[in-house]
């Protein structure tokens, strides 16, 4: 039996997993965006608080994932139900890409652009939201492309707490020692995670000025 | 008491430092009257851009105090202040995401004017500094290096702000170019009759433009002087101005 045919027999099933797998990165991105974009600009306002909220979420992107679901497991009320803990997870893992690119997209507009926005009498907010927020959208979109894909690929771990998700095939084909399992699995997530990067790869040209 | 009421912009023993304790100005005492164009000529790094952005409070004074219509710019409300000051810098300060309309008509649309009254002013200014309606519609990158200077021009001038400060508004442009808007600035001038602070390095420019001519070297105002009066100064840094320039000047005294 192949894996083409393995999926058709178990359609139903591989769109139930693939939905699950999309709602599991979905919400993790739509909770790192909105954590992450507000921190980042945070960070702009207050440099001090650069070092330390992007050192942060540094470290939280070099723990490995599986230790990274154990970790939370614990906490009262996520640790209840392991989509919970999965979203909290991922959302964690997606927090870098959108900060970073938040901050050095505001960071990067043309300083030039800014003083005469300054000298021609724009307040701290209007400076943000009518140049800055515009002009870094293209850069903020590609951390949040980032965050998307790198997340696809996770989420397949978070089987392994009993999450759902495509990794569940990945994991019953390792335990089952059957590769057309683990492709049944594998396939899906890959797609996904080239039409995440492909869809967003539009969006950010189609936002970047110029 | 007559001249007293001109002084639009005034200095008075104005120090500026950076952070790190380096001094970029010392001891600026001078005033700009009311529709006078003053020049502030100097090479880069003599601290020119800087007296400018402490007009409009871009930079605070160290020590001194800077008066804007009689007032320290330390105790006017800065958005105000900048309001009632036009800036115009090189062309890379126009808003690249902005289409030309929307970019000259930011302050006004700052100020809550109506709509229609915005693209109004926006249709009159166009007209004003020289550029086609349909131009309004373009974004920064589609236009030459002569328009986008109209266009920063026209946004500095937009709410009708009394003072004007220009950074080196015709630095980037070819000499042929820079000439034509020279000479529409001059002919704007008489009719609009605004306080400008205007930043240059070219002596040619500074002469043909200006009523009095401000050379600073190191941070320190050197002299005031009118056009005729500069030209004819014994100031051993005017005469090294004068030399360095001295064939240009002939060159275009012929044609």
Known sequence: MNVWHFMFQNHIEVVDLTLEHLWLVGISILFAVAIGIPLGILITRRPVLSKPVLGAANIIQTVPSL??????????????????????????????????????????????????????????????????????????????????????GLATIAAAIGAGGLGEYIFRGLAMVNNQVILAGAIPAALLAILADVSLGWLEKRLSPG | MMTEDHRVIEF???????????????????????????????????????TLKLINRLHEPTSGDVLVNGESTRQSDVIRLRRSVGYAIQDVGLFPHFTVARNIGIVPQIENWPPDRVQKRVEELLQLVGLEPQLATRYP??????????????????????????????????????????????????????????VTHDLHEALVLANRVALMEDGRLVTILAPDEFLKSKEPLVAKYLDAFGTQLDHRGQS
Request: charged residues 20%; hydrophobic residues 45%; proline residues 5%.
């Open chain 1, 67 to 152: 230790a990274l679901f154990g970790f939370l497991l614990p906490a009262p009320w996520i640790g209840e139900r392991a989509d919970r803990l999965a979203i909290l997870a991922l959302t964690l893992y997606s927090l870098l890409p959108v900060i970073r690119n938040t901050y050095t997209g505001i960071r990067n507009v043309d300083p030039a652009v800014v003083e005469a926005g300054r000298g021609l009498g724009l307040t701290d907010r209007q400076l943000l939201l009518k140049v800055q927020l515009p002009l870094a959208l293209g850069v903020i979109i590609a951390g949040v492309r980032v965050a998307t894909v790198i997340s696809v």
């Open chain 2, 141 to 198: 990158r589609e236009l030459s290096g002569g328009q986008r200077q109209r266009v920063g021009v026209a946004r500095a001038l937009a709410a009708d702000p009394p003072i004007l400060l220009m950074d080196e508004p015709f630095g980037a442009l070819d000499p042929i170019t820079r000439a034509e808007l020279q000479r529409e600035f001059l002919s704007l001038q008489k009719r609009l009759r605004k306080t400008i602070a205007f």
């Open chain 2, 12 to 50: 008075r023993h104005v120090s500026f430092r950076l952070a790190n304790g380096r001094e970029l100005l010392r001891d600026l005492n001078f005033e700009i009257h009311r529709g006078e164009t003053l020049v502030l000529l100097g090479r880069s790094g003599s601290g020119k851009t800087t």
